[in-house]
């Protein structure tokens, strides 16, 4: 709300502060507006954080922006289109919540590397999997001097596979986890 109100003081200031006495503009209005549009911007860009392969904030970034959006409009008078504007964001954002959820409960074929200290053991690996409702389908163990790979086929929950990522990473034994 913050940044809508902000938005909207400005673009009003953009507008009026280069009309003088006779009703005649001096100046370029666009200019605040400009400025708006790539500081929300780059505020936006320091919500969006990428981790083991995941980006994450991306809606963060974009309801930043456009509430932003929404708030010039308002600034430049524009009552109605700010309102429709801010219908569909809001219906937008809602909705897509249930779809994401739905995507992220869906079953995922996934295949994985995990590179792990020489001698460990699959079991354990294995346990973790199957702890966060993920099924090995099939698996390739190669030895080599430095490390142990498993290359395996998994299947599970969607959002089960960041969770099993870090459970995995925290352990000391393993060097790497990878799902593509």
Not at 47 to 55: D, E, P
């Amino acid at each position: 709300m913050l940044i809508c109100l902000g938005s909207a003081l400005l673009m009003d200031l953009s507008l009026q502060i280069g009309i003088v006495d006779g009703g005649d503009r001096i100046g370029d209005p666009a200019r605040i507006a400009a400025q708006i549009v790539s500081g929300i911007g780059f505020i936006g860009a320091g919500t969006i954080m990428q981790a083991r392969g995941a980006v994450v904030g991306l809606t963060t970034a974009a309801t930043i922006w456009v509430v932003a959006a929404i708030g010039m409009t308002v600034g430049a008078g524009h009552y109605v289109e700010a309102g429709i504007a801010a219908a569909i964001v809001a219906t937008v954002l809602s909705g897509l919540g249930s779809v994401e959820h739905k995507l992220l409960r869906a079953r995922r074929v996934v295949s994985g590397t995990i590179r792990a200290r020489p001698d460990t053991p699959f079991e354990e690996i294995d346990s973790v999997f199957a702890s966060s409702g993920i099924r090995v389908t099939s698996k390739e163990v190669y030895d080599h001097p430095d490390d142990r790979t498993f290359e395996v086929k998994l299947v599970g929950p969607a959002r089960q596979y960041d969770v099993v990522t870090a459970v995995l990473m925290r352990r000391s034994d393993v060097l790497n986890v990878q799902f593509d």
